[in-house]
């Protein structure tokens, strides 16, 4: 971006906005280059007025949630990236619902609705990220033990989003549609969920958290940068048990490696660079072709340059 338009969205913008941001600074990986600029819109009408300008002048514009799900390549992202965490992150409880704004972190929103003994969410423990990135991503966990699968698309009653021309728009259940780790939401900016939930009791709810987040800590990684699952569980074959089964447990690429716990995470040991990670996918992949002929399909979202 030259001298003249930085001046001109600095003025613009009402929150906070860096410039040549290094995005590893905001993924779970550790890893990602720079941001041309990274902005906290204040509200709805600065998303609006930063929309407006950089399609006046073709910058692109991206937004990320908690950067959990992602892998960044290492050139970063052109253009400006929108971060909702400081402007949109209001909690409203109703009797039987929440309405929660994109930038809320669903840990903090998965506590609020416990204290008032609302059930539903409890799927949502051990989960990182924003609940804008959990809706557009149909994030959800399978069944465990009595606690059935869920994903936050079976509570979702309607959404507030923003088009990239700055439409806000309502929608509702007969609008979305929700996949496994997919939905039609991917060209919007989403503002707002309103999810139903039900009555229930803080032991049930407690236990239920505590179950999930027991059977997570015990299985997944918890304490190295990550980015989640790698790959998608299709077809009814675990990613995980497959690339177990494959023997390749450990491989590596530079910092990037398999990791010894679950097979279907990569972890970042340090240094890792995207090209790290996607050479250890490309690797991965290949094996467990040649070895079981699945072949398996990234869950992490790939992004920038
Ligand atoms: N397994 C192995 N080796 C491994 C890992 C797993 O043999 O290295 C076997 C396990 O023993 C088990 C089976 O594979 O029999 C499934 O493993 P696990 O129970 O850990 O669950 P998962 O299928 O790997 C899924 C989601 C997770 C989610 C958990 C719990 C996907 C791709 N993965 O994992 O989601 O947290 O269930 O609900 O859907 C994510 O989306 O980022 C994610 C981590």
Redesign the pocket.
Known sequence: MNKELVKELRNLISGEVLFDELLSKHTSFRIGGLADAWIYPKDISNIKNILKFCNSHSIPVTTLGGG??VLIRDRGIRGVVLNLAHGLCSISIKTDSVICGAGTLLSKLLKQVAKVELTGLE?AA??PGTVGGAVV?N??????RNIE?VSIGNLIESVKAIDMNGNVCELGKEDLRFG??KSNLSKYIILEAKLKLKTGSKKEISDRVSI?LE??KS??VLDIPS???????LDGH????L???AGL?GLAVGDAQV?E?????IVNKGNASAQDVLELIKKIKLTVFEKTGVELEE??KVMGI
């Open positions: 959990t799900n799927f051990g989960i991503m994030a959800g966990t399978k069944e465990i699968h496994y780790r999930l059977h997570k299985t997944q980015a989640g699952c790698i790959f998608k569980n675990s990613a995980g048990r690339i177990d089964k447990k990791s716990k679950h097979a279907n995470f869950e992490v």
